[in-house]
Each structure stands twice: as structure tokens, then as C-alpha cells.
């Protein structure tokens, strides 16, 4: 595995793997990878020829000072990880690489950027559409992979990447998740120990209410339910927990159509976000000796 921080040094890889006739696969992240990153991995390497990790901290992308200054920098670790992953490049790029002085222009994707995490992190999906337009030209990448975890980024980068006739395929994974049903991200290692036990508490809140919503039940009542459970377990607070539709993301109060169920709640003063997907209401067989309930 080459580590490249120039561009140019990544191109001279790129061009002579086209010469060749080989496939580009890309896996963008922020390091301090886990499982999750890796099983992207493992997705690119499966379906391309060369395979590209990058590794960029992204300024733009961070609404608050502090949270940018303790994301995690792991980069020799991140080495090791992926060493055994057949990986080509990690692509580190130096901060003048992806915004050069004078850099001024600004990607940003209406639609599926509104509400949800556009609405509490004002700016924050720019600075996503931004720095991945970037990577994708600079990487020449035929297929790029992200995780559904972060469903609304990846309903984001399909956009841009549709809207600006990019010629790569973007690639959603299904989210990992720990043995106690916790999405696995970089932000779970800020948890103190008592937080980490309380944190799983969101996949069976929220698999809770998709069972409801899925049975017919009334969405705003399970979302209330839903978020009263949370607080109840010691959550701080909820940014949002709602039913939208996918992959379009507006809001819903009847799963009508396919849909999801997106959260972000803060705990002990970290910020986590999970989704579920969510059947349409299955219909109840009912006869003459089996009557429904009533409501």
C-alpha cells in the first residue's frame, strides 16, 4: 500500500491503471476507522480493479470548532488497519491539495440536504458535497463506497453526482454495527463507560417503532414513544427523530411508500445519528370469527 499526500504522485497511479484497462474503486473517510470503514473496503475491493482510501479531516463539514478539534487523527493506525486489506493507495492529502489558496467555489445539493442534519448543522452538507466532488476527480474513481449509516450524506453524494454528470457509480453499504446493536462510528470512542452501555439503546428504540409503524400503528405516537424511551434511558437530548421517505427524504406521517426512520440524539455530550429502514404496514387478515380490535 502506497501512502500518497500530492495529487499529482495519485495521478501517476490512476493514469497507469487506465492505461491498463483497470477499475478505480474509492473509499472517502475522516480515518480513525473501524470495522464499519473496512467493510467498505472490503466492498471496493470486491467490485474494482485498484482500490483508493482517503484519509481528510474536512474543515468545512464541522459547524463547531471544538467538535473539529477533537475528532480523532489516527493516521498510522488507519495504516495498519488496512494493510491486510489489499489496498493501493491511502490517499492523505495535504490541506492545500483539496483547497488551495484562493479556493472559492462551493458545491451545494438541494432537496435531500434539507432538514434532518442540514437543519441542525447548518452548512455542513456543503462542505460534505464540496470536499467529495473533490476527491472523486482527483481519485478518477469509477465506483466510490459509503455507508448507509450516514444515509442522508449518501443520498447527498448520489445528487451531486447525478446533477453533475460524474462519471462515478456511488455505492451504499449496509451500516455495521457492534454485537450490542450500536451503529459503529468514530464519535462511539468519546463515550465514557457508563454513556457506552446507555448508547445501543438507540437500535432497539428504533426498531421498536418501525415494528409499529410497519403493523399500521400511528407514526407521530411512536415517534413520541420512541423519544420518550430515549430520555427516559438518559439521553441529553434528540435533534430529530422522524419517518422520511426514501430515497426523496421528505418528511412522512404515514408510511405510505418506502421509508425510513433517521435520529440523532446527544449523550454525554457526543452526537449520534442512526437510521432504519420501514415496511409498509402489513395488512391484517380479519374474518367473521377473528374481528379487528378496535382502535
Known amino acids: ?25 474509492v473509499v472517502p473517510t475522516m480515518g480513525a476507522l473501524h470495522a464499519g470503514h473496512l467493510s467498505l473496503v472490503e466492498a471496493a475491493r470486491a467490485g474494482t480493479d485498484h482500490v483508493i482510501v482517503t484519509l481528510f479531516v474536512n474543515p468545512r463539514q464541522f459547524n463547531n470548532p471544538e467538535d473539529l478539534a ?24 495535504e490541506p492545500e491539495e483539496i483547497y488551495p489558496g484562493g479556493f472559492a467555489t462551493n458545491v451545494s445539493v438541494s432537496g435531500v440536504s434539507d432538514g434532518l442534519c442540514g437543519a441542525t448543522r447548518p452548512g455542513h452538507f456543503d462542505g460534505v458535497a464540496t470536499v467529495v466532488t473533490k476527491l472523486l476527480l482527483q481519485t478518477d474513481a469509477d465506483r466510490a463506497f459509503f455507508g448507509e449509516k450516514d444515509y442522508q450524506q449518501l443520498q447527498v453524494v448520489k445528487r451531486l453526482a447525478t446533477d453533475l454528470d460524474l462519471k462515478t457509480e456511488i455505492v451504499g453499504c449496509p451500516t455495521v ?14 463515550l465514557g463507560i457508563g454513556p457506552r452501555e446507555t448508547a445501543p439503546v438507540i ?26 424511551a430515549l430520555l427516559a434511558a438518559g ?3 434528540i435533534d430529530y427523530l422522524e419517518l422520511r421517505s426514501d430515497p426523496d427524504l421528505q418528511l412522512m406521517t404515514k408510511a405510505d411508500r418506502p421509508a425510513r426512520l433517521f435520529l440523532a440524539a446527544w449523550l454525554d455530550g457526543v452526537r449520534l445519528i442512526d437510521n432504519l429502514p420501514v415496511s409498509a404496514p402489513r395488512k391484517v387478515e380479519t374474518s367473521e370469527d377473528q374481528p379487528l380490535e378496535s382502535a
Open 177 to 190: 454495527r457492534e454485537g450490542d446493536g450500536l451503529a459503529m462510528s468514530s464519535r462511539n470512542l468519546r
Open 235 to 237: 439521553f441529553d437530548s
Open 203 to 228: 437500535a432497539r428504540v428504533l426498531t421498536g417503532a418501525a415494528d409499529i409503524i410497519a403493523r399500521g400503528g400511528n407514526v407521530l405516537k411512536a415517534l413520541d414513544t420512541a423519544s420518550e
Open 70 to 93: 477533537k475528532y480523532p487523527r489516527t493516521e498510522e493506525s488507519d495504516a495498519e488497519k488496512l494493510a491486510p486489506f489489499g489496498v493501493d493507495v491511502l490517499y492523505i492529502p
Open 1 to 25: 500500500m502506497q501512502i500518497i499526500r500530492r495529487k499529482a504522485a495519485l495521478r501517476a497511479f490512476t493514469q497507469a491503471w487506465r492505461r491498463a484497462g483497470g477499475t478505480i474503486g
